[in-house]
């Protein structure tokens, strides 16, 4: 049973990407509207295709040399490793981790392009459908979302379970022990890929919109998205670049990296199953995979099914039901799935309680985990809360204190999130280590660090429909530019504005789920380093060396590790900062840009002359991409010159400490970016009043104060924020891939 | 010889005290000008008595009961963890260090109301001393100033001294190895008085500063310290409770802190030593005093003599004579102290060379670090350099983009922080475990540790000098209000302004030195948390408890650790929340009254009504009282939480990571403030120019945009970034003494 289980990874993987090619058929079948609209959205498209072409061109080129290099280095410091050891040695380490990591890229970066592909596709249909009707609308939107979603996590589920199975049937001297160690470089591939498709899409999406709000709406004084703005389709583009497929490779890097890390957990449980006996062993390695694959089965049902509600409805609630269909099976699955695979023979745990019972409540507290960070997000960036009240309330005294309320307010939300992930994590450890896995040999017990995988897993089973929320963002966004840009009529446009605002709630959620998910994997991957680097040792100590122990504990009282900390811990200051400061180059050479053709072409202003749109969208792209590559070298290098200077243990302290840096951080960026973004918001509809009840809305001095307030939490929010997440699984999967490096 | 040493601890300290009174004596016995500046003079100084008054009757009230609740708590729990070991449970220990918490609170306390006392009575005499003269202005501020500086080394110094004296004379079975731990009840007590008085004064000041100038300057148009604002008097008189009266707190702090986790260190030294049977071992323990004593002596040659220049002078070179005076009598003190009392014999250290040399290397590295944040503080707040320049440039297209460019910079201060405390702790450490200190029984090199903390000391060799510079900031800021408000003639106003200038550049300096001395002391302390820790577990296993094993790593792969690092790295951000946010309702509360002011009382805008300054004074008076108690609990509460929830070694990890995130998180608000402090006035001075050469100078769109990016700076440089200092030394100090709470 728990064998034939395995196969549903697979079959589960093939049957969602059939059914993200049935979605993408239907959504391009459907009514693209006027010739207007039809106008507007092949620019968008024809600007997002020639950004994601020239960026992918270039990140797959950096990809290569990245492989060669890690393969070569690789090949000469791991075989050297464990040169006397058969078990592995006979196995081409290098080219199998060089080979995992170009096909981890190759998988992310073909989601990345096929989601954004069909994503600049559904924006014109989704406005196209407003026409009409408010749910056809919502479902174009969301079919075209969801093909990102499916893609996403069904390419990853494909790409370890084919190269751990791959490796296998290759080499006959890989145990199922060692094999999932040799997929890490899977997660690095797309860690790197993910690193640079989110700093360029980021980099341009806010770049352009900051650029183009600053001259078009602060100096012209014409609305957002006024086709007179030459600056206004880069904005679109961006929005594209960014949001969808930046989050796209985020969250495919997250999926993929902590089902490595799971698995490799796994292998310390397989070999206590192994040890006393118990059936299927190997199903504890396997449980990770299986547990997701549960997890796009239910999200396609939901698609499929519950995506409906009636023209009257906020359309958040039809979204909600589909959340709640997925995370309700999901619960089904998860249960279903641990009962089969974490059989324990006659062994009980506490209270004799079966052990997967006990994985099942770690499971649990998972998904708990990931709707409790749904409500937090909307509390503090939603307009009816008391953050973003007092935001909106600082601004009647001007921008300063606008500003200070609102990096306060970023400040406070990491107060909750890290109480909520901590209780997570020590009750998910706590569940484990009631299931009794105890190793007889060493007397460890490994349930509770293994209770912290299956949360994460339990977590990330809603990863597809999470992500198909997110993309609904970005293109109910563009519906609306594209509505507003061809002069639709006011009930379609009224439909789009309805359709933005739950977008941006939905962006804001997704980035509160993407946060929790990686601290919790943070653990994960942490532990997997540990493991990863004892399996060296112990090679070491095999082949005789002197004077080597395996690494039982990470001392902070060591100077290395306190130092590597203190690195980290900088590090994703540097990183934001350098991410910032791109969007603001960028953004200059965009001002300067529109400014011109706003100056050189004076028809502009009364349509009698049409700007260059091509070439805003052409510096935009350039500027962009030359902007990524600062951050993303840092990014990149800092933990391996900290690994070669500092060694292996100040490396995992490096990781532990950086990633309780970047979380926090991202958290203050993401948070306060959507509550300055939402405060704004809040006075445009109208919710402010002065002492004498008179409303403060647009136009007001107030409302100026909240603009300031939102163009600065734009590049928080939407570049610095999530490349930081990239950042904090980057440096895990590095450091998992590099750990030979830093062993002497 | 070392013996002898020793006794210049008394002494020296006496000798300041006497010095600081001469001075004053002096500083007052000077001229206070014409009575329209003594008019002034009187208000800002009746206004300041009166805070000063209240908040330290309400932190003496504090003080009081938290030492009747540590001497309870401790009495009950530490007797009970050495109950069997007679040696300790002979002393009182919860009286002993209930008493030295109140000593410590008291000195701090009686430091800061003498130094502001005198410095709020420097301020008229700077104003009316540069009518004269500019030398005699810096002179008598300097003399001010110095006064803070001298009272608060020689006081720490004192105190800690005379406790561990009494307590040795007192109870013959302390041996000299227990009694530094029975006196870090003397630093809780200086932190805990340090809290309040910071989170206090920095509220009080720059409430006043935003909230006057908000009114005053953008609504009215009004100059700032013009007599016609209500706020003004406030205002200035924030500049000393705040600036003047909270950093003498913080260093008072960190001065008693370093010197007890120095002494601490010692220990282990000591019992070497003494094994090895080397003269004089307890010269390991008075080590870290004898230094101090000697910095004291040198500041003291310094401030008498060397502060003197021509009038055409920078003002800055003759205080920086003084420095570099200062530092270099400390390098011969430290030789000689390292000389006589580090004799180990015959044994020598690595290359056979003396293990004083290896130790003398190491407090060179403390005074160059010191000296490297001096440049590094400069760097990225004066006016000529990039960070600046690049931030006034934002300015030209608004308020955003002069936030984002200042967010990028303050961010991006960090990363040669970090390197830079990274590289002396690597240095003193490595040149300390040279020095050869090895302990026979268990084969520890103890010398690596006490090389950071010689390191520490010799960067605290300077700071009575440091501080002296400092309190010179408030005093000469205070002048020039003084000279504005009495409308003085233009060559007074001249010469303030001029001093002024190099005040905000000396505040900016110690900020940077009191982070860089924060660091080091973290390592320090958190070593001493450690040993603490073992000598509780140590007497347990004497006394034959059993499953009791020593604290000899810190392991972050334990998820009670990592959960403590999580909440120790929010706990910086929320507290800066919390400071901030006080800061605007603060504001707010005087915005109002000040407003009320111009509306009902029309004859103040031209002179014909006086306003209410006094009522203003009381109103951020007891606002900023009431406003400062809850992050002052928060910071106590959250590592007394953490230790009784998740233990001892969760504890370690807390202190180490809080460190980390509190000096970066104060490093990226300090800096980022000053940053945008001199962007504006770079554009004042005339030094931003347009696309056409036009200078953009004070009434422009850019320097409108510079003024928000000033006031968003303020609360973060002068209220949360200085509290945070405070913050990382009180979680040292308050898990030092409660140690024995944590362990069941």
């Keep these: 049973m728990a064998q034939t289980l395995q196969l549903l990874v697979p079959i589960a993987g093939i049957v969602a990407i059939l059914f993200a090619l049935y979605l993408a058929r239907d959504v ?21 295709d020639a950004f994601v072409k020239r960026q992918y061109t270039t990140i797959a080129v950096l990809a290569v040399v990245a492989a060669v290099v890690i393969g070569i280095v690789i090949a000469l410091v791991e075989n050297e490793a464990v040169a006397d050891v058969p078990k592995l040695a006979g196995a081409p380490i290098g080219a199998l981790t060089a080979f995992a990591f170009l096909v981890g890229a190759a998988c992310s970066m073909a989601s990345g392009i096929i989601g954004m592909t069909i994503s600049v596709r559904s924006n014109v249909r989704t406005a196209a459908a407003a026409r009409r009707s408010l749910v056809e609308a919502v479902q174009v939107a969301m079919r075209g979302g969801a093909v990102s979603g499916f893609l996403v996590v069904a390419l990853s589920l494909l790409g370890v379970w084919g190269i751990f199975t791959l490796y296998q049937a290759l080499f006959s001297d890989i145990g199922i022990e060692q094999a999932p160690f040799l997929i890490v470089g899977f997660g690095f591939g797309a860690s790197f890929v993910a690193l640079f498709a989110q700093l360029g899409g980021g980099i341009y999406t806010k770049a352009a919109d900051v650029g183009s709000d600053l001259v078009g709406k602060v100096e012209k004084g014409i609305p957002e998205d006024d086709p007179r703005n030459a600056g206004v389709i880069a904005d ?160 009647k005294t001007g921008p300063a204190t606008n500003i200070i309320s609102g990096t306060a307010v ?199 002359q049409k700007p260059d749109y091509a070439r805003v969208v052409d510096i935009t792209t350039r500027a962009a991409l030359r902007e990524m590559v600062a951050p993303g070298i840092v990014a990149v290098a800092a933990p391996i010159i900290v690994g070669l200077l500092l060694g292996y243990e100040a490396v995992a302290g490096f990781l532990m400490v950086g990633t309780i840096a970047g979380v926090l951080l991202a958290t203050v960026l993401n948070n306060g970016g959507g509550a300055w973004d939402n405060a704004k918001k809040y006075i445009e509809s109208g919710n402010l009043k002065d002492e004498n009840g008179n409303v403060l809305g647009k136009g007001s001095d107030a409302h100026a104060a909240a603009v300031v307030g939102d163009t600065v939490g734009d590049p928080f929010k939407d570049t610095a924020g999530p490349s930081l997440h990239v950042l904090v699984k980057l440096i895990a999967t590095i450091t998992l891939v590099l750990a030979p490096l830093f062993i002497r």
């Design 236 to 395: 679109l583009v961006g929005d594209n670049v960014g949001d969808c497929a930046g989050r796209g490779a985020d969250l495919f890097e997250s999926t993929a990296a902590e089902n490595i890390g799971a698995m490799i957990l796994g292998v310390a449980v397989y070999k206590i199953a192994s040890d006393a006996g118990w059936a299927n062993p190997e199903a504890w390695i396997f449980f990770p995979l299986v547990v997701r694959a549960f997890g796009l089965l239910a999200t396609i049902v939901a698609v499929a099914f519950f995506i409906r509600g009636k023209e009257d409805e906020d359309p958040m609630n039809i979204l909600n039901r589909g959340y709640w269909v997925t995370a309700g099976l999901s619960v089904v699955g998860l249960g279903f799935t641990t009962y089969v695979m974490m059989q324990t023979g006659t062994a009980t745990g506490a209270n004799g309680m079966p052990a997967w019972l006990w994985f099942f409540f770690a499971g649990i507290v998972g998904l708990l985990t990931s709707v409790a960070f749904v409500y937090i997000t909307q509390f503090y960036t939603a307009g009816g809360f008391r953050p973003v009240r007092e935001i909106a309330e600082a601004s």
């Design 28 to 48: 391009l079948s459907r009514d693209k509207g006027p010739q207007a609209m039809q106008d507007v959205g092949d620019i968008i498209r024809e600007g997002a």
């Design 410 to 608: 970023g400040y406070e939300t990491t107060a909750v999130t890290a109480i909520t992930i901590g209780i997570a994590l020590i009750a998910s450890h706590w569940l484990g280590e009631q299931a009794g896995l105890v190793n007889t040999k060493t007397g460890a017990n490994v349930g509770g660090i293994f209770g912290t995988a299956v949360a994460t897993m339990g977590m990330l089973m809603t990863t597809a429909y999470i992500l198909a929320m997110d993309t609904f963002g970005p293109i109910t966004d563009n519906a609306g530019g594209v509505a507003e840009f061809s002069r639709a009529e006011a009930g379609a446009r009224e439909i789009t504005d309805r359709l933005d605002a739950v977008g941006n709630t939905t962006k804001a959620l997704t980035k509160g789920y993407a946060i929790a998910s990686a601290s919790l994997a943070a653990f994960l991957l942490f532990s997997a380093y540990i493991d990863k680097v004892n399996l060296i040792l112990g090679n070491q100590i095999e082949a005789g060396k002197q004077g080597v122990k395996l690494l039982t504990s990470v001392n902070l009282a060591n100077v290395n590790v306190f130092v590597a900390a203190l690195i980290a811990a900088m590090l994703v200051y540097f990183f934001s900062s350098l991410a910032i400061r791109a969007v603001g180059t960028t953004a200059q050479a965009i001002i300067v840009e529109v400014r011109r053709q706003f100056r050189e072409m004076p028809g502009i202003m009364d349509y009698t």
